[in-house]
């Protein structure tokens, strides 16, 4: 599967979502390959980080891409690994689309109660236009950062359901520090030692619906 992590927000939690799922499918024993196609590159400081600490190495490979490479070199990838996961920048650049023309499925993490939402339309018409160079490509939206408490959480479910072209994946994602300290060690939530279960639990949903239930349904 060629997955992308995006949107067109900064700080929503793409990279989180991108460097979680591709360590996670890599430790089921699948040849994961992981592409930064944002050109803050923190997917790839992540990469190096975790290679560095760990003494058996991140457990995937890691590429740098750029504009329209992101598309025909992947292309040219696809074949040699069992997924690929594309991390790409907070903007509509050509890198972005240059993954959406050849992604399986796009992941689109939102902030409730933050300008977040408010690009949702942008979103959906990006997609929408991707979809006449690539009609297979599907889309999911899902809550990051949830709020612990409150109707905020509810409120952006609904902008989002109301979508058409995006799908709601009622997995969300809380506010939890864990996501943050686990990057900083360059692991993913669930290898952070002690565990914060609710958030390896979270990220374990997730998971297991877009390589499970999207997966099975492509
Ligand atoms: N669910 C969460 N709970 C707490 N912190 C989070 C969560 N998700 C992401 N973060 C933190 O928020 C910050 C932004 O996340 P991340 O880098 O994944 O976003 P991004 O969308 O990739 O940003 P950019 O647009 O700059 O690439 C990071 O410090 C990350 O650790
Ligand atoms: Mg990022």
Known sequence: MILVS?????????????TNLAVMRAAQGRDVLLIDADDQETATDFTALRSERLPSGAGYTSIKLTGSAVRT??????????DIVI???????????????????????FVPR?????????VSSLVGEMRA???????????NRADPNGRDNAEAA???RETEVLAFIDTPLGTRK????AAAQGLAVIELKPQDTKAAEEIWALFRYVFDTVAVSE
Do not use: C, H, M
């Open 6 to 18: 995006g949107g067109i927000k900064g700080g929503s939690g793409k990279t989180t979502i991108a």
């Open 73 to 82: 070199e992947t292309l040219k990838l696809a074949s040699k690994y069992d």
């Open 87 to 109: 991390d790409t920048g907070g903007r509509d650049t050509t890198s972005q689309r240059a993954a959406l023309a050849v992604a399986d499925v796009l992941l689109v993490p």
């Open 114 to 122: 933050s300008f977040d939402v408010w690009t949702l339309e942008k």
């Open 133 to 143: 160079a690539n009609p297979n490509l599907k889309a999911y939206a899902f809550i």
């Open 158 to 160: 609904e902008v989002i």
């Open 178 to 181: 864990a996501f943050s300290n």
